[in-house]
């Protein structure tokens, strides 16, 4: 599995872990420059490559590839950031090997170049480009020359994916031995391009010392745990999920309901105040609808296992009322949209009753309302907030992160920007719910939910709505199960 995604110290604790088990730094740093440049020769055929190296050794990966691919007969300049002499370690020694010129970083290494390998600055950036690096960046970007980055574009945060000054825009990104969050989290993600990810020759071996606690999210992280309805089973063994609706926004319980039951719930249940009680009924006729005058009830019935709150739920006394019971009945629950609104100003009173087996599913405005003005990478604010609440927290976006309270966080990246539409946070709930309430862990019920929503979202692609995704789930669950069986 190669989903572990390596903060920036870890990654070096890597590097530092197969060089003291015996691999020299020397050909790792071979390794990742023929990476390199074999991406370039994949995607370039014989060609003008500007090499541009920067102080450290990402200059020095830069400079193993200057070789490659002046050896299989492109015409490459390089350009040096920097005085060589300055060069230190595995980069000085992979300069020396360079027998041509290094000439000073200057617009006009890039003047007639058909390629640009932007080898500025990798793990090892420090601060927002400026000076001559900058303007080379800019310069690229605005000739529109085809850039191939080496470990991340210069200028992109390798822990938090955030932008220091200008990075370029890349057709790809060569990274080593796995990714780093700033190649799945925005805006750095946009500017990797397509990312490569090479083995450097860095053994599996050092992970277990180095114990990431973060990854890229697929099914490989919770196949094993998904929920298949049994032969011999019934639908109350799959679980049955409660919707709690509002009188007004009555289409997100409905959503939700529905996911919950693609999702693999046996049963699901709208609970709505009487008034509504019509709307609902006239809607899908699977779902079961329920008066909310009958709460206690519904909620003594231990069958009814997962709570969905939220979804066009209502921002009233009632909701507060609602989620606070359900909570102290020990019960699963799913707490979105209104749900999480409505403790905005008594964050920490919620927060008192909450447990791993409770997801919250906030969108950036619902997340600062409960949780303040969090500062750092989504991945620091999702797990941060994990951790004060002690749930499951899943911040939605185009790079999802779901945290859990012990540090453990993935990061998703195969939601396209047709999913920001109305409704598909509803329909996220909902089958987390459905996940939930068929068994699974509360963590990995959220990750293969955010997963398969993304997956069903590609599926329809352009023109999407909410409504498609319902409608999607059984495709993307089959090919899903032929996956898992394969
Ligand atoms: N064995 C390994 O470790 C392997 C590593 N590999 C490769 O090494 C890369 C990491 O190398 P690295 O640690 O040398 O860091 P790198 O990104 O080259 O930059 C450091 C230099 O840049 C400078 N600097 C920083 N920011 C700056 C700015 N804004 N403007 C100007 N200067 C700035 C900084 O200066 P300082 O902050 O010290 O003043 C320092 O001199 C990694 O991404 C991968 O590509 C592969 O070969 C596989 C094996
Ligand atoms: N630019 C984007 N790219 C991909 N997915 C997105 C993007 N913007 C939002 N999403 C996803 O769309 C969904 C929107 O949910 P939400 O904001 O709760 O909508 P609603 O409340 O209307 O259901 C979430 O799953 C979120 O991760
Ligand atoms: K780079």
């Known amino acids: 599995?190669?989903?572990?995604?390596?903060?920036?110290?870890?990654?070096?604790?890597?590097?530092?872990?197969?060089?003291?088990?015996?691999?020299?730094?020397?050909?790792?740093?071979e390794a990742a420059g023929w990476a390199l440049a074999r991406e370039a020769m994949r995607r370039f055929p014989a060609?003008?490559?500007?090499?541009?190296c920067g102080p450290g050794n990402n200059g020095g990966d830069g400079f193993v590839a200057a070789r490659l691919l002046d050896r299989a007969g492109y015409a490459v300049r390089v350009g040096l950031l920097g005085d060589a002499v300055n060069l230190q370690g595995d980069a000085a020694l992979m300069a020396a090997r360079w027998r041509h010129r290094i000439e000073p970083l200057a617009i006009d290494i890039i003047e007639r170049a058909d390629l640009v390998l932007d080898c500025l600055f990798g793990a090892g950036l420090a601060r927002p480009l400026d000076g001559i690096a900058a303007k080379m960046v800019e310069t690229v970007d605005e000739r529109g020359v085809p850039v191939i980055a080496a470990d991340v574009p210069s200028g992109v945060d390798g822990d938090s994916g955030a932008i220091l000054g200008c990075a370029p825009q890349a057709v790809?990104?060569?990274?080593?031995?796995?990714?780093?969050?700033?190649?799945?989290?925005?805006p750095g993600r946009l500017k990797c391009g397509e990312v490569v990810l090479a083995d450097i020759g860095i053994p599996e071996q050092v992970l277990a010392e180095v114990e990431p606690a973060a990854w890229e999210n697929g099914p490989e992280l919770w196949a094993d745990s998904f929920p298949w309805p049994q032969a011999a089973g019934h639908k109350y063994a799959r679980g049955h999920v409660v919707?709690?609706?509002?009188?007004?926004?009555?289409g997100a319980a409905r959503l939700a309901a529905l996911a919950a039951r693609r999702g693999g719930a046996g049963l699901a249940t709208i609970a709505a105040p009487p008034p509504a009680l019509a709307t609902y009924r006239a809607g899908d006729p699977g779902t079961i609808v329920a008066g909310l005058d009958h709460f206690t009830a519904l909620l003594a019935d231990t069958r009814r296992n997962v709570w969905v709150l939220g979804p066009g739920g209502g921002r009233d006394d009632q909701m507060r009322h609602h989620v606070r019971e359900v909570l102290a009945?020990?019960?699963?629950?799913?707490?979105?949209?209104?749900?999480?609104?409505?403790?905005?100003?008594?964050?920490?009173?919620?927060?008192?009753?909450?447990?791993?087996?409770?997801l919250?599913?906030?969108?950036?405005?619902?997340?600062?309302?409960?949780?303040?003005?969090?500062?750092?990478?989504?991945?620091h604010r999702a797990r941060q907030a994990a951790e004060r609440?002690?749930?499951?927290?899943l911040l939605k976006g185009p790079d999802t992160v779901v945290a859990h309270p012990d540090g453990r966080a993935v990061i998703n990246a195969n939601a396209p920007p047709w999913l920001a539409t109305a409704g598909a946070g509803d329909v996220l709930a909902g089958l987390a719910g459905g996940l939930m309430a068929a068994g699974m862990d509360c963590f990995e019920a959220a990750a293969a939910a955010v997963w398969l929503h993304g997956r069903a979202a590609s599926s329809i692609g352009p023109?999407?709505?909410?409504?498609?995704?319902?409608?999607?789930?059984?495709?993307?669950?089959?090919?899903?199960?032929?996956?898992?069986?394969?």
Not at 14 to 19: F, R, T, V
Not at 364 to 378: M, N, P, V, Y
Not at 389 to 393: F, I, L, R, S, T
Request: aromatic letters at 6%; one cysteine or more; hydrophobic letters at 55%.
């Open 1 to 29: 599995m190669a989903n572990e995604v390596l903060s920036v110290a870890e990654m070096y604790r890597a590097d530092s872990l197969a060089i003291a088990g015996g691999i020299p730094g020397e050909r790792l740093m």
């Open 47 to 52: 060609c003008r490559v500007a090499v541009l």
């Open 172 to 186: 790809a990104t060569v990274t080593f031995f796995r990714l780093k969050p700033g190649h799945l989290l925005l």
């Open 243 to 250: 919707v709690v609706g509002g009188a007004e926004m009555t």
């Open 329 to 358: 009945a020990g019960r699963t629950c799913i707490l979105d949209a209104d749900a999480l609104t409505v403790f905005a100003g008594s964050a920490d009173a919620l927060f008192r009753h909450l447990s791993a087996q409770v």
């Open 360 to 379: 919250l599913t906030p969108h950036d405005g619902e997340f600062q309302r409960l949780f303040g003005k969090l500062t750092g990478s989504r991945l």
């Open 389 to 393: 609440a002690g749930a499951v927290v």
């Open 463 to 486: 023109g999407l709505i909410a409504e498609d995704l319902i409608g999607a789930i059984p495709a993307v669950l089959t090919e899903f199960a032929a996956w898992h069986q394969a």
